[in-house]
């Protein structure tokens, strides 16, 4: 098992910024392809960035690209979703993922893939 819970969501401004927080326990972090997810209510779960278990490879969604940057820290158990340049249509509950990967350094779009999820943070960006 393992245990997400993420942090850092809040209220901001059209062209703010804020940086999202997951802490992860249980098993061995490391294992783990990690992703950020973003629901709006009434609609489906949707892609924004993914991670390797090393750090070396990283996905954006295209709506996010060049705005948002996903990074992690294995000793700590952590990954981050700094976000800027934040626009209303971001509003949306976050949520952090885990993916078990056996082979390879890779990271997986596919929300169905991923293994585990925190309870997400609500983002809204006001115009």
């Known amino acids: 098992q393992v245990q997400l819970v993420e942090s850092g969501g809040g209220l901001v401004q059209t062209g703010g910024s804020l940086r999202l927080s997951c802490a992860a326990s249980?098993?061995?972090?490391?294992?783990?392809?990690m992703g950020w997810f973003r629901q709006v209510p009434g609609n489906e779960r949707e892609f924004v960035a993914a991670?390797?278990?090393?750090?070396?490879?990283?996905g954006y969604a295209d709506s996010v690209k060049g705005r948002f940057t996903i990074s992690r820290d294995n000793a700590e158990n952590m990954v981050y979703l700094q976000m800027n340049s934040l626009k209303p249509e971001d509003t949306a509950v976050y949520f952090c993922?885990?993916?078990?990967?056996?082979?390879?350094?890779?990271?997986?779009?596919?929300?169905?893939?991923?293994?585990?999820w925190g309870q997400g943070t609500q983002v809204t960006v006001s115009s």
């Open positions: 249980g098993r061995r972090f490391s294992n783990y392809g």
């Open positions: 993922a885990a993916d078990y990967v056996i082979l390879g350094d890779w990271y997986e779009k596919n929300e169905y893939e991923y293994d585990y």
């Open positions: 991670i390797s278990w090393s750090g070396g490879s990283t």
